[in-house]
């Protein structure tokens, strides 16, 4: 394999360009059209953005570094096939490539502090830095705080947004419609937090040998199969659950091609979803479940188009 082709791999590519495009949608179909109505410039506008959608790219790309890093024994025993870390790329290049990508996703955060309005932003991507390594080091073989901590990391990519204008969103004398940004925002962060943390249920269901061997806590392993695969699937209905109630919601704006998209690209696969969960006995269903739930997840995120062509 060749270095370059490796590293992107190490970084999972394709994970870095979900988080493009869920602040790209977020921002443009959701943030842009309500601050046009209100004749008021977001902060995150042009370079301002790019450069904070470059950082949450930076600091997830070297949080899947440090990961592999930390997870090469394991690796050994769960995807022995898949590893590039002493392989392909050092473990000293991983590591020293590691930090330049966190410390430069840093320092793009605190250039926008000191040369915008925009407040904290590298406060925030140190700490999410090194809730990453954390993760990576200890928390990801501890029982349920590791997917917890993904999966709030994961709602960031989208609350970072209105983080950044929260100065705009709180500002007391504009015409924002402040409160349907911030429901909007917490209504995908929340789908995002769940839907991740029952595929890092299942990842861990997945990895469950390996683990084992490496005295891991994960859930598979200290309540079991079945106990982990209930878990999955009481989060999985209650996201089902909250989508329905949001339908009744858009019934009422009269937004049928919404209604049609999640009915049968978000609400009929999670139910089928969690038929194959219950059929799933080795790591490579494990696997096609994390990636199943993970194409549902991006066409939950892609429904941000509609508030492009809805008013």
């Known amino acids: 394999m060749k270095p370059l082709i490796a590293f992107f791999r190490l970084i999972r590519w394709p994970n870095l360009l979900f988080i493009i495009i869920t602040q790209v949608l977020f921002m443009y179909c959701v943030i842009s059209p309500i601050y046009d109505q209100a004749g008021i410039n977001p902060f995150l506008r042009g370079n301002n953005f790019f450069l904070l959608c470059l950082s949450s790219v930076l600091i997830a790309a070297a949080g899947y570094m440090i990961n592999d890093y930390f997870d090469l024994n394991i690796d050994l025993i769960n995807k022995p096939h898949k590893i590039i870390v002493d392989r392909v790329i050092s473990r000293r290049w991983t590591i020293i490539l590691h930090f330049f990508l966190s410390i430069t996703g840093i320092a793009i955060g605190f250039f926008l502090d000191f040369t915008t309005r925009i407040w904290f932003v590298g406060i925030t991507n140190l700490i999410c830095a090194l809730a990453l390594f954390l993760y990576s080091v200890s928390l990801k073989r501890k029982l349920l705080i590791g997917n917890i901590l993904i999966s709030l990391l994961t709602a960031w990519v989208i609350l970072v947004i209105p983080w950044c204008e929260n100065k705009h969103l709180f500002g007391r004398q504009n015409l924002l419609e402040t409160d349907k940004i911030l429901r909007i925002s917490f209504l995908y962060a929340?789908?995002?937090?769940?839907?991740?943390?029952?595929?890092?249920?299942?990842?861990?269901?997945?990895?469950?040998?390996?683990?084992?061997?490496?005295?891991?806590?994960?859930?598979?392993?200290?309540?079991?199969?079945?106990?982990a695969r209930i878990f999955a699937t009481g989060c999985t209905i209650l996201l089902i659950i909250v989508l329905?109630?949001?339908?009744?919601?858009?019934?009422?704006?009269?937004?049928?091609?919404?209604?049609?998209?999640?009915?049968?690209?978000?609400i009929i696969p999670l139910f089928h979803w969690i038929s194959l969960l219950f059929k799933a006995h080795n790591p490579y269903d494990f696997h096609r479940l994390s990636t199943y739930i993970k194409l549902i997840m991006l066409a939950g995120i892609v429904s941000l188009l509609f508030f492009r062509f809805y008013p």
Do not use: H, N
């Open 190 to 227: 929340g789908f995002a937090f769940i839907i991740s943390l029952i595929r890092e249920v299942v990842k861990d269901m997945e990895d469950t040998e390996g683990d084992k061997k490496q005295g891991c806590t994960t859930m598979p392993i200290v309540w079991g199969i079945p106990a």
């Open 244 to 266: 329905l109630i949001v339908q009744v919601y858009l019934i009422q704006l009269r937004w049928w091609f919404a209604i049609i998209y999640f009915i049968l690209l978000v």
